[in-house]
């Protein structure tokens, strides 16, 4: 069974549908019970929404050590929020994140963001962007580099930990939107959103075995 989590946010039936769709035979369950996600075999944490919200939501539901454990020991997709809650902490809300992986979730810069021709860009980041994937994980199978996916997103991802990132993409500066490590696999963009490049990726991550 594959779970996708419900903490009372995210885009939860686009999520549905889109697994549904990449993946017709999986067995998938939409929950916010901690049985269901302790006996799952993959887990989706779709997001949506703002980072404090996020974190209310998990303790006020009691969801917390589930997706904890979901992320120690099993094939974990972050996606979105789902990403940036992993981290140490996010500027949003000056919020501590689940601190499972190290890093800081910062907001854009709505002064400084210009293109390469120096025109500003708008806040937040929303639309198709180019992937620059960073190393040859199995989600990218059969997903060409430099394929394009669908953002919409202020926040972003800044670590230290070079080997954590998967892919890069460029929106007036160069920003992770991709992590792995170990049995995690998180992104900041909506694979759901993503047309055919992000229904592959969804194939991909009900496919993998850690």
């Known amino acids: 069974m594959i779970a996708i989590i419900d903490y009372g946010m995210g885009n939860l039936k686009s999520v549905f549908n889109a697994f549904k769709l990449a993946a017709p035979e999986a067995d998938i369950k939409v929950t916010s019970n901690p049985t269901d996600i302790k006996n799952a075999r993959h887990v989706v944490f779709p997001g949506q929404g703002a980072m404090p ?3 209310r939501e998990l303790d006020q539901r009691n969801l917390r050590a589930s997706v904890i454990g979901a ?3 099993k ?6 929020i789902g990403l940036q809650m992993l981290f140490d902490k996010s500027e949003e809300g000056n919020v501590a994140g689940l601190g499972l992986l190290n890093g800081t979730v910062k907001r854009f810069n709505n002064q400084n963001t210009k293109d390469e021709n120096g025109h500003k860009l708008k806040i937040p980041h929303m639309g198709w962007n180019e992937v620059s994937q960073t190393n040859h994980h199995p ?3 059969n997903i060409n580099n430099h394929d394009r996916f669908y953002f919409v997103h202020s926040y972003y991802l800044e670590s230290k930990d070079e080997n954590i990132v998967s892919a ?6 160069k920003f992770c939107c991709a992590v792995a490590k170990d049995n ?3 992104v900041q963009f909506h694979p759901e959103k993503s047309s055919s490049a992000g229904l592959q990726l969804i194939k991909n991550f009900v ?3 850690v």
Request: with cysteine; net charge negative.
């Open 71 to 73: 992320a120690e020991t």
């Open 184 to 186: 995690i696999f998180a």
């Open 168 to 173: 890069e993409t460029l929106y007036s500066q």
């Open 207 to 209: 496919q993998w075995s």
């Open 53 to 55: 919200d996020c974190i």
């Open 139 to 141: 989600l990218w199978r």
């Open 75 to 80: 094939p974990f997709l972050g996606i979105c």
